[in-house]
């Protein structure tokens, strides 16, 4: 059974700091491009960052550049999202996903960050 599970959202003040993780099982972790998502109320989902199988490759979108990093451990099947000096307009529901070459894809249920003072 295929499985994407987010953890380690919540709340936090502006400028605070959150590491998301996304522990996958039930597929080759490793041959999978691992990204992740976010969609705050009212607004459409966003891809927020994307990392290469093997990890030397990583994407962001630019108004995370310079705070959020993504990474990934796969002997752990888990991909990290480490989100630094966060902002109230970060607040969303984060979702990870798994692509593979062929177009086969998934997705978790997502994890609440909220950004709030």
């Known amino acids: 059974q295929v499985q994407l599970v987010e953890s380690g959202g919540g709340l936090v003040q502006p400028g605070g700091s959150l590491r998301l993780s996304c522990g996958a099982s039930g597929f080759t972790f490793s041959s999978y491009v691992m990204s992740w998502y976010r969609q705050g109320p009212g607004k459409e989902r966003e891809l927020v960052a994307t990392?290469?199988?093997?990890?030397?490759?990583?994407n962001y979108t630019d108004s995370v550049k310079g705070r959020f990093t993504i990474s990934r451990d796969n002997a752990k099947n888990t991909v990290y999202l480490q989100m630094n000096s966060l902002k109230p307009e970060d607040t969303a529901v984060y979702y990870c996903?798994?692509?593979?070459?062929?177009?086969?894809?998934?997705w978790g249920q997502g994890t609440q960050v909220t950004v709030s003072s």
């Open positions: 990392i290469s199988t093997a990890g030397g490759r990583r």
């Open positions: 996903k798994a692509d593979r070459s062929d177009g086969r894809q998934y």
